[in-house]
């Protein structure tokens, strides 16, 4: 595997439903984010992790819940989730978290029923 | 509010000429901007970066930055089809995590 990789890629689930999503970089890299990506808008910040320390909540509500257990993996855990939480989620990571280009895997297509 | 502004478009160009891209941003203090390219379905990929004033060549690929005047362009020499893609701008503010991106340009170029 190479780049950034993350599972699954399509997931549909109940709003009573827990899952999660898994994202895994093979490049070296010591920092790791979560975008949302909705139709129309700008792609949204919602959890960076540097040396698996948690630097930012972008006001993110508590039904997502990130996990870092080391610099390669990168987790969102999904709970009571609503029909306007039904998107693209990004994983990116970069080299820091300061000036670095960063480089996407390729989604996790969720619907919320 | 720091934000960063594209055109949405679409921008139809034909096939082989220059297409022009264009981004502004508000926060003076960026530091460091970059150009995605993200086809449909798909997630961005990173095209170009550029952190100093001036243009920055890359194959097909030109960036311009003017940071006095805060906007940031994307030249496409010779587009091909394939270059139909929506473009994304980003924005990284000096010494933060805090990227913020433009909504996308969308290009089409007809053969």
């Known amino acids: 595997e190479t780049g950034v990789t993350q599972t699954p890629r399509h997931l549909v689930m109940g709003m009573t439903n827990k899952k999660s999503l898994k994202c895994e970089q093979h490049l070296g890299h010591n920092a790791m984010y979560w975008y949302k990506q909705s139709a129309k808008k700008p792609l949204e910040l919602m959890f960076v992790y540097s040396l698996e320390e948690r630097v930012e909540n972008n006001s993110v509500p508590s039904r997502f819940s990130p996990e870092c257990p080391n610099s390669s993996h990168l987790f969102l855990h999904l709970h009571t989730l609503q029909p306007e939480d039904s998107a693209l989620y990004l994983c990116?990571?970069?080299?820091?978290?300061?000036?670095?280009?960063?480089?996407f895997g390729p989604g996790t297509r969720l619907t919320v029923l | 509010q720091k934000e960063v502004e594209q055109n949405s478009g679409p921008l139809s160009v034909p096939e082989g000429a220059i297409a022009s891209l264009n981004c502004t941003y508000s926060?003076?203090?960026?530091?460091?901007f970059f150009w995605y390219r993200q086809y449909s379905g798909k997630s961005p990929e990173l095209i170009m970066s550029?952190?100093?004033?001036g243009d920055k060549e890359d194959g097909r690929f030109t960036a311009q930055l003017n940071k006095a005047s805060q906007y940031v362009s994307l030249l496409i020499r010779d587009s091909q089809p394939s270059d139909s893609a929506t473009y994304l701008c980003a924005v990284n503010m000096g010494g933060t995590y805090k990227y913020i991106f433009g909504t996308g340009t969308r290009l089409k170029v007809l053969a």
């Open positions: 550029i952190y100093s004033n």
């Open positions: 926060d003076r203090g960026s530091q460091s």
């Open positions: 990116a990571s970069s080299q820091d978290v300061s000036y670095n280009e960063q480089f």
